[in-house]
């Protein structure tokens, strides 16, 4: 959860230390069997353009509202993402709870693991633990959703989803979507997409295949 002021309320939240996530050194990873993530009923949001993450070296669909645009003055942007997209599920007392559709890069503590494009599969794993132990260090329990290759552009990748069931104070949700990619993108540091959406607003679980499947690499 996120407060409404400069500082999060609730550092336990989905959507605060993207850094964070990856800050432990790399250990062994139990991948999920393969297989493919399910497309979700329903129609995606409207997309309005591409945008191009020149950082992240991807571009992705900008989707039309509820989607949000993080700035300084609504306050839901997630520190270290180049790349941010933002949908307001819930609103408490100056907190929130929302979905989200991220890129960047890689940070430098898993970049060692990164061993070039066949390696992306691992470091997906990796990664996706990382981002689970620190967005959401509460209890909770995982159920794996997917794990499978990506192309993206003729581009290896690697996607790990899992739905994710927890009980918050004061947060109606009871769980989400949770989607995390690794995508070598021809750079010495890989892209990073990271996706999630509870389970209050599942008419926008269709957005979060749209994003995934519309991934290009930035011309």
């Avoid at 430098?108 to 494009?117: E, F, H, I």
């Avoid at 290896?156 to 990619?181: D, F, N």
């Avoid at 997409?193 to 519309?214: C, E, H, I, Y």
């Amino acid at each position: 959860m996120k407060s409404g002021d400069d500082e999060p309320a609730d550092t336990s939240g989905n959507a605060d230390r993207r850094a964070a996530a990856e800050q432990s050194e790399a250990a062994p990873v139990d991948m999920p069997p393969d297989k493919r993530l399910a497309t979700f009923p329903g129609k995606p949001s409207r997309m309005l353009g591409r945008v191009n993450d020149v950082h992240s070296g991807l571009s992705y669909p900008r989707l039309a509202a509820p989607w949000q645009v993080p700035t300084k003055k609504n306050k839901l942007g997630t520190p270290g993402w180049s790349g941010q997209q933002i949908l307001l599920t819930e609103r408490h007392a100056g907190r929130y709870w929302y979905g989200q559709l991220l890129t960047g890069t890689l940070i430098p503590t898993l970049q060692s693991s990164y061993q070039g494009p066949d390696s992306v599969k691992t470091v997906a794993g990796l990664a996706a633990k990382g981002y689970e132990a620190q967005y959401y260090a509460f209890p909770h329990k995982t159920a794996p959703l997917a794990s499978q290759a990506l192309n993206v552009d003729g581009h290896k990748g690697w996607l790990v989803a899992s739905y994710l069931t927890y009980k918050r104070s004061g947060v109606r949700a009871t769980g989400e979507i949770v989607a995390m990619a690794v995508v070598d993108t021809g750079r010495k540091a890989p892209a990073v997409v990271f996706a999630s959406m509870p389970n209050t607003n599942r008419k926008q679980w269709r957005d979060v295949n749209q994003f995934l499947g519309q991934l290009k690499i930035a011309s």
